[in-house]
């Protein structure tokens, strides 16, 4: 599996892909993990990207990880 993570090329601040029109498959709050599973991405609010983190990774192909930005946003 493949842990994703980008930074900006100029100023090297972490980009992010995931916006606020991305929503969790769970409970449909915005959407910090996404996860590819099976040729399909899986979109999860931060609350249950921990919840199914552990089921998640061993399936996944990749993995993504937005959270760090609710600390940034405070």
């Known amino acids: 599996m493949t842990t ?3 930074h900006n ?3 090297g ?4 892909r995931l916006t606020a029109a991305d929503r969790c498959d769970s409970c449909g709050a915005q959407a910090y993990i996404a ?3 099976n040729g399909s991405e899986l ?11 552990a089921k998640l990774r061993a399936v996944a192909t990749t993995w993504h990880d ?9």
Do not use: I, M
């Open 9 to 11: 090329e100029t100023t």
């Open 35 to 37: 996860a590819e599973v």
């Open 13 to 16: 601040a972490p980009f992010y």
């Open 43 to 53: 979109l999860f609010c931060a609350h249950h990207g921990r919840k199914y983190e």
């Open 66 to 74: 937005e959270t760090a930005r609710l600390n940034d946003e405070a």
């Open 4 to 6: 994703l993570t980008a």
